[in-house]
Each structure stands twice: as structure tokens, then as C-alpha cells.
């Protein structure tokens, strides 16, 4: 994608990664997008890229990242040799948290934490305007802090994390095991909206373990605003008997802050990987 210098989106292409083919396959293919983008906007200069994951100050290679192929690899410089440029590599989360910040549902809030609802489940946090990274890059990664114990074993090596117990694929085996046909989990909220019980109790279960989650991190951060993204921010009840969840779970006599969703859609994430690029540099590119 390329960002225009107020914002807007020049030009956008999408490609599969085909992770499933390996690392350098990977490298290949983010390198030809960018090639091919960069025949309409020469004056880029850096890229910005959005992924799961992080990398490891120790070792400046990637970690956390449930893509793993890309675990332990070199990813920013592999592409910097590719591609002859500067690349910025930045956890997705914190890339949609940044753009929701500056450009969408976050405006004008001091502090924001965003959160990623999908396949798996990442947060970011961004205060002032700025990425706050933390002393380890991992600020914001409340997917993977534990709610029970005793759950479902993540590819962390922990039990019963957020990511196990409230992303997409959780809420969609959470249904099967009570019984329900296979479907996904928007078809689950659509059921249970539509009255069906077994339905209805699995997203019950799966919004109080929203409310636990999210309870945590306001007890401990207290942000001004919670923007959801991901496919599950699409939904609706997360905004009213989720909020109630979290506000039962607060240390506090009320709940304030803002729940909301996200305004910029999916290209939130390549919005961010883009502006990190335009700041370390003139590009404004993201991939
Ligand atoms: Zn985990």
C-alpha cells in the first residue's frame, strides 16, 4: 500500500503470503509488492511492515510470531538486502493501535490501547501520539496473559491464555464442544442473536472472558480508550454485555472508558507500518 502525504490511500495491492511455503517464499513475496509499488511512487524510501510478532532487541531477529516460520529470522534485514532500502518492522497490533490513534476511533485520546480480536488476539499501546514499546517491545501483549490454568495449551507455552480462550478459532471450539454444528464466529453471535440457546451461552462465556481480560489491563494501565479491530470487533454485543463484563471485573465503583470500534477497518494495520516508515524517514509506504 502507499500512503499519500495526507493519508489517503494511493494505491493498495494484497497478496497471500503462502507461509506455508517458507521463509524465503515469504521474503520473495513481500519483495515483489513492493517492487511493483514502487513503479508508482519512486520517491519512497523506507517500508514499513506490519507482523505478528516482534523483534528481539538481543538478537534482532523475530520473535513471538505465530506465523513461526519467521521465528529466530532476520526478517528486517533480509528485506533491507532484498530491497535496497530501510524497512521498519513492527508488530501488527501496534501498528493498528498507532493508526487508530492518530487517524482513527483514538483521536484526541491520551492514551489508547488497541486491541486485535481475530484468528489470534494482540494489543498495542500508544500514549501521546507515540508507540510505547516498553522496555522489551512486548508492552500491549495482553493475548498472552493467563485466564485459566488450566486451558487450552498456546503455542506460547503457557495454558489458558487470552489468545487460547477468546480469538476466533476458541469461540468456534468452544461452540462445537457444547454441541453446536461447526461455523464461525460471527455465525455464532448471529445464531445467538437470533435465539438460540447453546449459542447464546457460548458467547456469554466467551464475553465474560472478554470482561476478565480487558478488565485486567484497564486495572492496570487505566487507558482513555479501547479500540477493537480484528474480525470479531464486528461483534455487536462486545459493545454492551462485553462492556458489562469488564466493568464487573474493575476495581472501581463505574466503568468510563470508552469501548469502541475501530473506524479505519483492515487497512488500519498497513496504515501504521506506513506512518512508522514516513516518521523514521520521507517514505510513506507501508506493506
Ligand atoms: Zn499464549
Same mark, same amino acid.
Not at 37 to 58: F, H, K, M, Q
Not at 195 to 206: F, N, S, T
Given at each position: 500500500?502507499?500512503?499519500?502525504?495526507?493519508?489517503?490511500?494511493?494505491?493498495?495491492?494484497?497478496?497471500?503470503?503462502?507461509?506455508?511455503?517458507?521463509?524465503?517464499?515469504?521474503?520473495?513475496?513481500? $519483495?515483489? /509488492?513492493? !517492487?511493483? %509499488?514502487?513503479?508508482? +511512487?519512486? =520517491?519512497? *524510501?523506507? &517500508?514499513?511492515? @506490519?507482523? #505478528?510478532?516482534?523483534?528481539?532487541?538481543?538478537?534482532?531477529?523475530?520473535?513471538?510470531?505465530?506465523?513461526?516460520?519467521?521465528?529466530?529470522?532476520?526478517?528486517?534485514?533480509?528485506?533491507?538486502?532484498?530491497?535496497?532500502?530501510?524497512?521498519?518492522?513492527?508488530?501488527?497490533?501496534?501498528?493498528?493501535?498507532?493508526?487508530?490513534?492518530?487517524?482513527?476511533?483514538?483521536?484526541?485520546?491520551?492514551?489508547?490501547?488497541?486491541?486485535?480480536?481475530?484468528?489470534?488476539?494482540?494489543?498495542?499501546?500508544?500514549?501521546?501520539?507515540?508507540?510505547?514499546?516498553?522496555?522489551?517491545?512486548?508492552?500491549?501483549?495482553?493475548?498472552?496473559?493467563?485466564?485459566?490454568?488450566?486451558?487450552?495449551?498456546?503455542?506460547?507455552?503457557?495454558? $489458558?491464555? /487470552?489468545? !487460547?480462550? %477468546?480469538?476466533?478459532? +476458541?469461540? =468456534?471450539? *468452544?461452540? &462445537?464442544?457444547? @454441541?453446536? #454444528?461447526?461455523?464461525?464466529?460471527?455465525?455464532?453471535?448471529?445464531?445467538?442473536?437470533?435465539?438460540?440457546?447453546?449459542?447464546?451461552?457460548?458467547?456469554?462465556?466467551?464475553?465474560?472472558?472478554?470482561?476478565?481480560?480487558?478488565?485486567?489491563?484497564?486495572?492496570?494501565?487505566?487507558?482513555?480508550?479501547?479500540?477493537?479491530?480484528?474480525?470479531?470487533?464486528?461483534?455487536?454485543?462486545?459493545?454492551?454485555?462485553?462492556?458489562?463484563?469488564?466493568?464487573?471485573?474493575?476495581?472501581?465503583?463505574?466503568?468510563?472508558?470508552?469501548?469502541?470500534?475501530?473506524?479505519?477497518?483492515?487497512?488500519?494495520?498497513?496504515?501504521?507500518?506506513?506512518?512508522?516508515?514516513?516518521?523514521?524517514?520521507?517514505?510513506?509506504?507501508?506493506?
Amino acid at each position: 500500500m502507499i500512503l499519500g502525504e495526507d493519508h489517503a490511500i494511493e494505491r493498495r495491492v494484497r497478496v497471500p503470503t503462502e507461509r506455508e511455503r517458507g521463509y524465503e517464499w515469504i521474503v520473495a513475496r513481500v $519483495g515483489a /509488492v513492493v !517492487t511493483e %509499488l514502487l513503479a508508482d +511512487a519512486p =520517491e519512497c *524510501d523506507a &517500508v514499513g511492515i @506490519g507482523t #505478528p510478532g516482534s523483534v528481539s532487541r538481543r538478537t534482532g531477529t523475530l520473535k513471538n510470531s505465530n506465523t513461526v516460520c519467521l521465528n529466530g529470522r532476520p526478517l528486517a534485514a533480509d528485506l533491507e538486502a532484498h530491497l535496497g532500502m530501510p524497512v521498519r518492522l513492527e508488530n501488527d497490533a501496534n501498528c493498528f493501535a498507532l493508526a487508530e490513534a492518530l487517524l482513527g476511533a483514538g483521536r484526541g485520546h491520551e492514551m489508547v490501547f488497541g486491541v486485535i480480536l481475530g484468528t489470534g488476539v494482540g494489543g498495542g499501546l500508544v500514549v501521546g501520539g507515540r508507540l510505547w514499546g516498553g522496555r522489551q517491545d512486548i508492552a500491549g501483549e495482553w493475548g498472552h496473559h493467563v485466564l485459566d490454568p488450566a486451558g487450552p495449551a498456546c503455542y506460547c507455552g503457557a495454558r $489458558g491464555c /487470552v489468545e !487460547t480462550m %477468546l480469538s476466533g478459532p +476458541a469461540l =468456534e471450539a *468452544d461452540h &462445537v464442544a457444547a @454441541g453446536g #454444528p461447526p461455523c464461525d464466529a460471527a455465525a455464532v453471535a448471529v445464531r445467538a442473536a437470533a435465539g438460540d440457546e447453546r449459542a447464546a451461552c457460548v458467547l456469554e462465556r466467551w464475553l465474560d472472558r472478554f470482561g476478565r481480560g480487558v478488565g485486567n489491563v484497564v486495572n492496570i494501565l487505566d487507558p482513555s480508550v479501547i479500540v477493537l479491530g480484528g474480525g470479531l470487533s464486528n461483534i455487536a454485543a462486545l459493545y454492551g454485555r462485553g462492556r458489562e463484563a469488564v466493568a464487573r471485573r474493575v476495581f472501581n465503583d463505574e466503568l468510563t472508558t470508552p469501548i469502541v470500534q475501530n473506524t479505519l477497518g483492515d487497512s488500519a494495520g498497513v496504515i501504521g507500518a506506513a506512518l512508522l516508515a514516513a516518521a523514521s524517514g520521507r517514505a510513506r509506504r507501508g506493506t
